[in-house]
Nanobody, 122 residues
Framework: VQLQASGGGLVQAGGSLRLSCAASVRTFSRYGMGWFRQAPGKEREFVAAISWSGSIYYADSAKGRFTISRDNSKNTGYLQMNSLKPEDTAVYYC?????????????????WGQGTLVTVSS
């Protein structure tokens, strides 16, 4: 399984970005999917997860601002990010899990995308 994350870029504080994660597998609907991020000098952290059935879980930092979704017909997941803050600056990674519906830990995911950089200027 290959995951291709895209949609990152430079945005001003308060702006929005939509990240996409395209999966190279037709059975994408059977995978739990998550988004993580890694800021410079920090560990990779959980952002949001969506199960194969559409159940959702967010990190506190994402609640109310980010929306995770998926389109199984397109084998693609999304992360809509609104009201972006400079502290959201990071490389964002998508991941897929064959076992966990809404994993929050790195070890719960089997496949990872290459990451897409989000930079939020103040």
């Amino acid at each position: 399984v290959q995951l291709q994350a895209s949609g990152g870029g430079l945005v001003q504080a308060g702006g929005s970005l939509r990240l996409s994660c395209a999966a190279s597998v037709r059975t994408f609907s059977r995978y739990g999917m998550g988004w993580f991020r890694q800021a410079p000098g920090k560990e990779r952290e959980f952002v949001a997860a969506i199960s194969w059935s559409g159940s959702i879980y967010y990190a506190d930092s994402a609640k109310g601002r980010f929306t995770i979704s998926r389109d199984n017909s397109k084998n693609t997941g999304y992360l809509q990010m609104n009201s972006l803050k400079p502290e959201d600056t990071a490389v964002y990674y998508c991941a897929a899990s064959t076992t966990y519906a809404m994993g929050t830990m790195l070890s719960e995911y089997d496949y990872w995308g290459q990451g897409t950089l989000v930079t939020v200027s103040s």
